[in-house]
């Protein structure tokens, strides 16, 4: 299993740069793809941001590429969670942070949007420290 780093999965999926698409590619035809969360983060903040991709361009996306049979996630399970609330509003970067705190005893934050985001989806377990 090879890990890779946020520009080689950012390569194979716009494919702006033919040579750099094509061997990395060939990675994925050829090896186990291990990704890390936070090349998962970075990922989707580069597509947002470099490429103008929508929130549902961007879960489209990584549905495909964590449906690949050699690809790898830390939980997938998590990862997917992690997709489900992005498609319902939460910030990747969010949703991450709180997936990774299910078993704790709860999640705290100052962001009155996340905290308010978070109760309208059903996470009571999410705090705000402002009150």
Known sequence: MIGIDTNVLVRL???DDEPQFQAAYALFQNESIWIADSVVLETEWVLR???AYSRQEIVQTFRRLFGL?????TDSARMHQVLAWH????DVADA???AASRSAKGFASFDQ????RAHALGMPFVQDLNS
């Open 69 to 73: 049979k050699q690809v790898h996630l």
């Open 113 to 116: 949007k996340l905290v308010k």
């Open 13 to 15: 999926v716009v494919r």
């Open 87 to 90: 498609e319902q509003g939460l």
């Open 49 to 51: 941001y470099a490429y």
């Open 96 to 98: 991450l942070h709180m």
